[in-house]
């Protein structure tokens, strides 16, 4: 991830700009790793033999005016061997005066060795702690699960021997890191090669791990086996990736891999797209006509709520822009009054272009961890609000986007048995603007997206006056 142009000027956490500063954190860090003593007791530093080549952010986490995460992928290279290796580091930078607290408090009998440098590293200048991949704040199964031994002899075998039988073993095990969220979830991809001793019969299996820092993952894990075994997915109107275990100690959900890519990894100006779209229309309309025992519920309060504390973290990051995005919030704050009763429907919580999975003219819902109950018009209005995001994002046609639109709202309401309701899926695809997109421009930080808030809130404005001359306006 490329380094923002615009870095927000946070008088609580002055030293923003410098943790954001690759080149400067790359020398930071390599003083920091290789100040003490090398793996097997060389003199790492002294010698130069460890060189940090490359260092990138990979992801952002930023409360205005409290704290920001932010973790770090460092490329150092052995000039013994000659070789390149990988290290995630993860820091979180503090208001002046409290890091060192942070570090005391952090300095636990669980941390583990990591394959460069100290478990857990303090930098006064910039008020940061810092946790060396697998050591994390919250994750405390990392360090056990990044173990291949620990992994195929404690969890593995375990999984493997409740769901295919005692008679199967593993014989070789390939694990790839494929998503790390620091202090949330961590995903590993795990190929196997299984074996029975007395038949010669072998098996390859690819499963995806999910460990997670609560206990969400044991809720959705129940949720995807109840939607494994629904009648739609048997007739194969619904589809998904097959849940195998939870394992509570871990707080770590498995399932077997689903072939395909993003929708976003798709060619967004290419024909074959719209018809993609109505693939995913398709279903998002059969997920939420799925019936399962859920005890979350997502209401139009909690978007009220939500559109008010946007209020106060746009006024700290865009001023200027405080007037406009005042009277667009107090005109959706109304807007709601006249919302009156919706469908009820199984939501995924979290739609956007990477949770539809495509392979071939196939399309799945994946990442179901904000599955719960409520308006169907949530989906639709998130997913609208992405679509709209990447399009400015992607500096796409305007009157492409709003093809797009009206196709996958079209086909989702041919799908349904609730009339769709224009006025409803304008508010929320609005809201979704402010609450979502603009959200995540601000907290992740990455490039270029901070030029965009003006550009979302004008956008949510239009829509909430219906100003803007595309499917979601027109009753």
Same mark, same amino acid.
């Given at each position: 991830?490329?380094?923002?142009?615009?870095?927000?000027?946070?008088?609580?956490?002055?030293?923003?700009? %410098?943790?954001?500063?690759?080149?400067?954190?790359?020398?930071?860090?390599?003083? %920091?790793?290789?100040?003490?003593?090398?793996?097997?007791?060389?003199?790492?530093?002294?010698?130069?033999?460890?060189?940090?080549?490359?260092?990138?952010?990979?992801?952002?986490?930023?409360?205005?005016?409290?704290?920001?995460?932010?973790?770090?992928?460092?490329?150092?290279? #052995?000039?013994?061997?000659?070789?390149?290796?990988?290290?995630?580091?993860?820091? /979180?930078?503090?208001?002046?005066?409290?890091?060192?607290?942070?570090?005391?408090?952090?300095?636990?009998? =669980?941390?583990?060795?990591?394959?460069?440098?100290?478990?857990?590293? *303090?930098?006064?200048? &910039?008020?940061?702690?810092?946790?060396?991949?697998?050591?994390?704040?919250?994750? #405390?199964?990392?360090?056990?699960?990044?173990?291949?031994? *620990?992994?195929?002899?404690?969890?593995?075998?375990?999984?493997?021997?409740?769901?295919?039988?005692?008679?199967?073993?593993?014989?070789?095990?390939?694990?790839?890191?494929?998503?790390?969220?620091?202090e949330h979830t961590c995903t590993?991809?795990?190929?196997?090669?299984?074996? @029975?001793? @007395?038949?010669?019969?072998?098996?390859?299996?690819?499963?995806?791990?999910?460990?997670?820092?609560?206990?969400?993952?044991?809720?959705?894990?129940?949720?995807?086996?109840?939607?494994?075994?629904?009648?739609? /997915?048997?007739?194969?109107?619904?589809?998904?990736?097959?849940?195998?275990?939870?394992?509570?100690?871990?707080?770590?959900?498995?399932?077997?891999?689903?072939?395909?890519?993003?929708? &976003?990894?798709?060619?967004? =100006? =290419?024909?074959?797209?719209?018809?993609?779209?109505?693939? %995913?229309?398709?279903?998002?309309?059969?997920?939420?006509?799925?019936?399962?025992?859920?005890?979350?519920?997502?209401?139009?309060?909690?978007?009220?709520?939500?559109?008010?504390?946007?209020?106060?973290?746009?006024?700290?990051? /865009?001023?200027?822009?405080?007037?406009?995005?005042?009277?667009?919030?107090?005109?959706?704050?109304?807007?709601?009054?006249q919302l009156g009763p919706q469908?009820?429907?199984?939501?995924?919580? #979290?739609?956007?272009?990477?949770?539809?999975?495509?392979?071939?003219? @196939?399309?799945?819902?994946?990442?179901?961890?904000?599955?719960?109950?409520? =308006?169907?018009?949530?989906?639709?209005?998130?997913?609208? %609000?992405?679509?709209? *995001?990447?399009?400015?994002?992607?500096?796409?046609?305007?009157?492409?986007?709003?093809?797009?639109? #009206?196709?996958?709202?079209?086909?989702?309401?041919?799908?349904?048995?609730?009339?769709?309701?224009?006025?409803?899926?304008?508010? *929320?695809?609005?809201?979704?603007?402010?609450?979502?997109?603009?959200?995540?421009?601000?907290?992740?930080?990455?490039?270029?997206?901070l030029d965009l808030l003006d550009?979302?809130?004008?956008?949510?404005?239009?829509?909430?006056?219906?100003?803007?001359?595309?499917?979601?306006?027109?009753?």
């Amino acid at each position: 991830m490329s380094l923002t142009l615009e870095i927000p000027q946070d008088k609580t956490l002055p030293q923003l700009a %410098a943790a954001l500063d690759i080149a400067a954190m790359r020398s930071i860090f390599e003083q %920091a790793l290789f100040a003490g003593i090398a793996p097997g007791g060389e003199a790492a530093l002294s010698t130069g033999r460890f060189q940090i080549r490359a260092c990138q952010i990979e992801r952002i986490k930023y409360k205005p005016g409290q704290n920001c995460l932010i973790c770090y992928q460092l490329t150092i290279h #052995d000039t013994l061997t000659q070789q390149d290796s990988d290290q995630i580091l993860c820091g /979180r930078i503090y208001e002046r005066g409290s890091g060192y607290a942070h570090f005391i408090k952090a300095r636990t009998p =669980s941390l583990v060795t990591p394959k460069f440098g100290p478990p857990l590293l *303090y930098l006064p200048g &910039l008020e940061m702690v810092v946790w060396v991949f697998p050591n994390d704040r919250k994750l #405390d199964a990392l360090p056990k699960l990044m173990d291949q031994t *620990y992994l195929q002899q404690e969890v593995l075998s375990e999984v493997v021997a409740a769901n295919f039988g005692n008679q199967w073993q593993i014989t070789e095990l390939a694990q790839r890191l494929v998503h790390y969220v620091p202090e949330h979830t961590c995903t590993s991809r795990v190929q196997l090669q299984l074996g @029975q001793k @007395q038949t010669g019969e072998k098996l390859s299996l690819v499963l995806y791990g999910k460990t997670y820092y609560n206990r969400a993952g044991e809720e959705t894990y129940q949720l995807m086996e109840q939607l494994w075994v629904s009648k739609r /997915r048997q007739e194969g109107r619904l589809r998904l990736a097959q849940p195998l275990a939870y394992q509570p100690h871990l707080k770590m959900l498995w399932q077997v891999e689903l072939p395909g890519q993003t929708l &976003l990894a798709q060619d967004l =100006s =290419s024909p074959p797209f719209l018809n993609l779209l109505s693939r %995913a229309a398709v279903a998002l309309a059969e997920f939420h006509q799925t019936q399962v025992a859920c005890a979350k519920s997502s209401h139009l309060s909690d978007w009220l709520t939500k559109l008010q504390e946007m209020k106060q973290l746009l006024r700290q990051v /865009r001023p200027a822009g405080q007037k406009k995005l005042d009277i667009l919030v107090e005109r959706l704050l109304d807007q709601a009054e006249q919302l009156g009763p919706q469908p009820v429907a199984t939501l995924h919580g #979290d739609l956007h272009l990477k949770n539809f999975f495509v392979e071939g003219e @196939q399309v799945a819902l994946i990442d179901l961890d904000n599955l719960c109950h409520g =308006s169907p018009w949530q989906d639709v209005g998130s997913f609208s %609000a992405g679509l709209l *995001y990447w399009g400015l994002f992607m500096a796409m046609p305007t009157p492409l986007i709003w093809q797009f639109i #009206d196709a996958f709202c079209q086909q989702y309401e041919q799908n349904v048995p609730w009339p769709m309701s224009r006025f409803a899926l304008n508010w *929320y695809t609005a809201a979704a603007l402010i609450n979502e997109r603009a959200f995540r421009c601000v907290t992740r930080l990455k490039s270029g997206r901070l030029d965009l808030l003006d550009d979302l809130i004008d956008l949510a404005d239009s829509i909430s006056a219906e100003q803007l001359p595309f499917y979601l306006v027109a009753e």
